[in-house]
């Protein structure tokens, strides 16, 4: 419980968020006012209707005095303000909606832009699930806010204010003592805030522990059964439930206690006062029932605007913390390399060059240590080494994924940051260690966003890659749909069909980062020939996990510890008996002499 | 309405919460009657001047009493019924819980795990609100509206009650008709942020290819459209949305106006006074809750009777695998044998999965299975888990049939470290210890050293209480897999079944599990599925699965000898580097 309660916010700091989430309004100024006006509009109309009636008790149903076309007008002008009332509303309403929405779709677009240009790090340590989170979740419960916010605090405070000044408009004394209302309402909602907001943080809180173990569950079943911790389990779960309802129930007491029934006792109470007031004053001089009628009439409607703020406090307080996450997103500093400088450079040959390139993650301990070497026009460098030797941060440099702290990588003698975004992406193809397909089709999925790349090109990939045998054998071919994460396809042949995507792109440089997951040795050797096709022509820089794909680069790299410890080609390295012979006898004897 | 008829049996077990909120609910109602009453008469006095102060103060206290009892039976029936509500979503939540832990793999291949979370959240919480907020509405709609409508018509003057109701029926419509557009908009729009949803997902997963293919304005463009759907989406439930209020003011502006105007023809004619006309109008004010209530209910009701059928369907599935009858509770041991004629799976067509398997593994044998994807490796070795049932043939182990034990001890001598190796969000020694709950540090630690990975997880920043998955530190493959073996082994089972569970694992850290597995488990049955020959060279008796056939059996040696597939698998993968050998050399 304590610890539960420990990251609820304090308001100091959402009063900050506040102010920034309002300010998205500005652009919508001329919007939010001509609703705000219409809904004073609206607000004047509704209170005028007791006015109204207030004149037809005094003026004339308490003579008993009626003028027919002076009745039929105050009849018909009753009547045209209810209906005008509800035309102003319908506007009124539909244009806050509208604005909220717009807003949001702006935060949202927003969010998603920044988290496009964030660095690769960002995604390393932060969960998939918690970042899409914060682009739908987090800013639904931001859109709840200002529906609530724009929609139902300024209406409920603007018709509040309306009665109150109908109500001195009609007995100034009588409605000063009902200005007491707003500080005992305002001190309920202050309780309110201080009881029911913990207790709610706490309740949404279990509520997703919940859902995580269910969730979990579901996923884990066939683990849970085999080793027959269902009654674990569903204690477990048992508990959680448990705690969830606990939570829950005091919720329902703590509304109970505070909101609509609390709401009713001070609406009688301030009945009294006002029957009071006009009970003691008839003793004395002569009142007014319309004006009695009226300020009952007010009464009655004062608690329905506070009832519906009262209710919403707790999504206000909910949004806050949502906004205040989607804030921390959209300040975070750690934004990926972008281009520098005017020059536009073209990579024409695709020679790459790494001069000295130190490089860290955290600042500490450097992953790189001073690596150097050139990949000549249409050559293959492969990288071997241990995990966590820096292969892969070889392959995040050159992809500008992160930049270079130290020394230069250049690719045709142009320094890579020099290089638009565009020309890198276009001319540097990199196939990654697990094939990511989108949902959508086979032809999309190779094809991505570019619309110059055309069915015959995307088919001409394929058939490069030999993927287009069993993607013609498909019931839709090239149009048939991947499921999610391409279930439907086994690893090798979506392994093929990123292939083949890397081949429509034509690119001038390849970078491999090699698959590490068991195909089958069959389609391992279609992959193989793939790749060997692929490379021609090309400069290639491999990162290899099997030593025995790379037997024929031009150039070897061995790193350790992120040095380049021995350098050459496959016979050389063999030859000095170093760390690459001792690699190669490893990997050998690791399928012989087991057993 | 039949939802309540469904739900008997909760409000049957929970009668005294029901009966007991329904009845204050009622009290409620007729104590709201009394102050505009009150109301009424003090107008009436100063009207025609006769109020004294006894009067108003009596009139005062009157009032004061009524506000004090009412509240404290409105909170008294707040905590019965929606307390009441939240306890049947409670054992609701429950009943599915078990039901999930009951159910077979075929299940979890039909349905998908979005689905059940949502049946398991927002159908319950549709039903919770059936119990709390339907019930309310009914029986509130009801006795308010009736006590109300009563009193108008008996104290004051029916005609004028006839008169001035006319429009409110309108509104009980109303609400109806908008509730029900309202609801099928939201679904509409909530399918939109469910794509959303999706999109995001995917773009981040596969950051890496959007980045690297330059695909950043397409995804935006494709994230715009799909956002701006949304906008669209939900600008179709404002716009009813934002008819629902002024709607229902239009006629309740209209019923005020009707008995204002007919009443002040009744106060003419003396059939009134203008004290009783002003109870009148308080009483229209109280009549409106009622109607719309009466509107939300039947949507509730609608929404909770669905809600309510699609959880019954799902808890109404029989679990595929059971116990038989007359299953033995004894821990089999002993040899495993495989008679299979045939086996398919569910709901397939085409060849079976498996076909004329007759195997034996004898009791402390290792059994090595190899064979390409799709050759029906994992599914024999499911069979032994009965995740599913054979149609034809039987498997036994020391001569029983798994078919005649109960699955709680056919599981007992089995430890399983699956393909798909799933870790949960606990700390990696409560992983570890899944299955053994009371293991020792000392038991963890000694099989996390058998499987190579206790240096993995001592150079964690909380060794073994280091939290895994989204919240906490997240795993190579690898290491996923040899924490799986771990489980596995602290399980201390008869038979231990290794799915391709060193897929993952470099060669020398495969080469040393299994050298240690053979010491550990000195008389003990180990199956190993694999892609990898190395992982079962050493194993008493390999097979060679083809399309659910065994195609070649025998130990290593004997299999090479036969030159067979075995044979031309092992060329395969020795091939290069026997190639290579050749180049050492020369």
């Known amino acids: 419980m304590s610890m539960e309660t420990l990251d609820y916010r304090a308001e100091s700091r959402s009063r900050g968020v506040l102010g920034r989430l309002l300010r998205y309004m500005v652009p919508h100024r001329w919007k939010v006012g001509l609703s705000l006006l219409i809904l004073l509009a609206a607000t004047g109309t509704d209170v005028f209707q007791p006015i109204l009636i207030k004149i037809f008790i005094d003026r004339y149903l308490v003579p008993r005095h009626f003028p027919t076309t002076t009745l039929i007008e105050l009849g018909g002008a009753y009547l045209g303000l209810v209906v005008a009332t509800s035309v102003l509303n319908v506007f009124q309403l539909l244009l806050f909606q509208i604005l909220a929405l717009d807003i949001i779709q702006r935060l949202r677009v927003e969010l998603f832009d920044k988290i496009q240009e964030l660095a690769l790090a960002f995604f390393d340590r932060t969960p998939v699930g918690v970042l899409v989170s914060r682009i739908t979740n987090d800013t639904q419960a931001i859109l709840d806010m200002f529906m609530t916010v724009l929609s139902s605090f300024v209406q409920n405070v603007t018709v509040l204010a309306g009665i109150l000044i109908a109500m001195f408009a009609l007995d100034a004394t009588l409605a000063a003592y009902c200005l007491m209302l707003i500080p005992v309402v305002g001190a309920v909602m202050y309780v309110y805030g201080k009881v029911s907001g913990p207790v709610f943080h706490v309740t949404r809180q279990r509520l997703s522990i919940l859902n995580a173990k269910l969730n979990e569950s579901l996923q884990g079943m066939p683990v849970i059964q085999s080793m027959r911790q269902e009654p674990r389990l569903r204690r477990e779960f048992g508990e959680i439930n448990e705690s969830y309802r606990q939570a829950r129930f005091r919720n329902t007491q703590i509304n109970g206690l505070l909101l609509r029934p609390l709401m009713d006792v001070i609406y009688l109470l301030v009945l009294m006062l006002v029957l009071w007031y006009f009970g003691t004053r008839s003793f004395s001089q002569v009142v007014n029932i319309g004006v009695l009628y009226a300020f009952v009439t007010y009464l009655s409607r004062f608690f329905e605007p506070v009832n519906g703020m009262l209710q919403r406090m707790n999504f206000f307080q909910q949004a806050m913390v949502s906004a205040d996450r989607v804030f921390q997103i959209l300040d975070n500093p750690g934004l990926g390399p972008r281009q520098e400088g005017e020059d536009n450079p073209e990579i024409a040959q695709g020679r790459i060059t790494f001069d000295d390139v130190s490089f860290s993650y955290d600042g500490k301990t450097d992953v790189l240590k001073h690596v150097s070497f050139t990949a000549k026009p249409g050559q293959t460098v492969a990288i071997v080494g241990h995990t966590g030797s820096g292969k892969s941060s070889i392959v995040n440099l050159l992809m500008r994924f992160y930049s270079v702290d130290r020394g230069r990588i250049l690719i045709d003698g142009a320094d890579l940051r020099t290089f638009s975004n565009q020309e890198l992406r276009q001319k540097i193809g990199l196939v990654l260690q697990e094939p990511f397909l989108f949902v959508g089709d086979i032809a999309s999925n190779i094809r991505l966003g570019n619309d110059h790349i055309g069915p015959d090109q995307v088919e001409d990939a394929a058939r490069f890659v030999q993927a287009d045998g069993f993607i013609r054998n498909l019931p839709d071919a090239y149009r048939s749909p991947i499921g999610e994460r391409g279930a439907t396809l086994s690893t090798g042949q979506r392994q093929l069909i990123s292939f083949a995507r890397t081949m429509a792109m034509d690119p001038k440089v390849l970078v491999l980062d090699e698959a590490t997951a068991s195909v089958d040795t069959e389609t391992e050797e279609a992959i193989q020939a793939a790749l060997e096709k692929m490379r021609h022509g090309r400069t290639t820089v491999a990162i290899a996990h099997r030593l025995s794909t790379i037997q024929d680069a031009d150039l070897i790299l061995v790193l350790n510890h992120g040095e380049i410890v021995e350098r050459g080609n496959h016979q050389e390295l063999l030859s000095r008996e170093g760390l690459y012979h001792k690699m190669y006898l490893l990997q050998q004897g690791g399928s012989r002499d087991v057993g | ?586």
Not at chain 2, 258 to 269: E, T
Not at chain 2, 277 to 292: A, D, K, N, S, V
Not at chain 2, 571 to 583: C, D, H, I, N, T
């Open chain 2, 1 to 586: 309405m039949r939802v309540f008829h469904d739900l008997m049996w909760f409000f049957r077990d929970h009668r005294k919460k029901y009966f007991g909120g329904i009845v204050l609910l009622i009290l409620v109602a007729l104590l709201a009657l009394i102050p505009p009453q009150v109301v009424g008469i003090i107008v009436n006095q100063v009207q025609i001047k006769t109020l004294t102060t006894t009067h108003l103060v009596y009139g005062l206290i009157v009032i004061l009493v009524t506000a004090l009892m009412s509240y404290g039976l409105r909170y008294w029936w707040r905590v019965l019924l929606f307390g009441g509500a939240i306890q049947l979503g409670t054992e609701l939540r429950t009943r599915l819980y078990h039901h999930f832990t009951r159910m077979s793999p075929e299940f979890y291949h039909q349905q998908r795990i979005g689905d059940l979370m949502a049946h398991a959240t927002n159908d319950i919480s549709a039903i919770q609100e059936t119990a709390g907020d339907g019930v309310l509405t009914l029986v509130d709609s009801i006795t308010t509206g009736v006590v109300v409508i009563a009193t108008m018509a008996i104290t004051i003057s029916w005609k004028l009650t006839v008169v001035s109701l006319l429009p409110l029926p309108l509104m009980a419509y109303a609400v109806s008709r908008f509730g029900k557009a309202l609801h099928t908009r939201f679904s509409l729009a909530q399918a939109a942020f469910s794509d959303i949803n999706d999109r995001v997902q995917e773009h981040i997963s596969g950051v890496r290819v959007v980045r690297s293919f330059g695909q950043e304005g397409w995804e935006r463009k494709n994230f715009v459209t799909l956002s701006q759907d949304v906008v669209a989406k939900n600008v179709a439930v404002a716009r009813i949305d934002s008819l629902f209020d002024p709607t229902i003011s239009i006629i309740i502006g209209l019923s005020y106006f009707l008995s204002i105007a007919v009443g002040a023809v009744f106060v003419v004619h003396h059939a009134i006074n203008l004290g009783q006309l002003t109870t009148f109008t308080l009483y229209l004010g109280q009549l409106i809750w009622p109607m719309l209530a009466f509107g939300f209910f039947f949507n509730i009701v609608e929404r909770g009777s669905a809600s309510y059928d699609r959880v019954q369907k799902l808890l109404s599935i029989a679990p595929t695998v059971k116990n038989h009858p007359d299953a033995l509770a004894i821990v089999p041991n002993g040899s495993v044998h495989y008679r299979i004629r045939e086996f398919r799976y569910p709901d397939t067509t085409g060849s079976p999965a498996l076909r004329n398997i007759d195997l034996i593994v004898r009791q402390g044998e290792t059994l090595g299975i190899v064979g390409r994807t799709g050759s029906g490796k994992t599914t024999l070795l499911r069979l032994l888990f009965r995740e599913f049932d054979i149609q034809e043939g039987d498997i036994a182990i020391g001569g029983v049939s798994i078919y005649l034990m109960t699955l709680d001890s056919l599981r007992q001598c089995l430890a399983y470290a699956p393909q798909d190796d799933f870790l949960f969000s606990t700390s990696i020694a409560q992983n570890i210890a899944f299955a053994s709950v009371g293991a020792t540090d000392q038991e963890i630690i000694n099989v996390a050293k058998i499987a190579e990975v206790d240096q993995d997880i001592q150079n964690f920043p909380d060794g073994y209480d280091t939290i895994v998955g989204e919240r906490g530190v997240t795993l190579s493959g690898g290491q996923k897999q040899r924490i799986s073996i771990a489980r596995a082994l602290l399980q201390e089972a008869e038979i231990l079944v290794l799915d391709d569970t060193l897929s993952a694992v470099d060669a020398r850290t495969e080469a040393a599990i299994l050298s240690e597995l053979k010491q550990n488990r000195q008389g003990r049955t180990t199956l190993i599925a694999t892609h990898r020959l190395s992982a079962v060279e050493h194993a008493d008796q390999i097979i060679v699965l083809e399309d659910g056939k065994i195609v070649e059996q025998g130990t290593h040696r004997a299999l090479l000898d036969r030159e067979g597939r075995y044979w031309d698998m092992y060329q395969r993968q020795q091939l290069e580097s026997l190639v290579e050998a050749g180049g050492v050399s020369s």
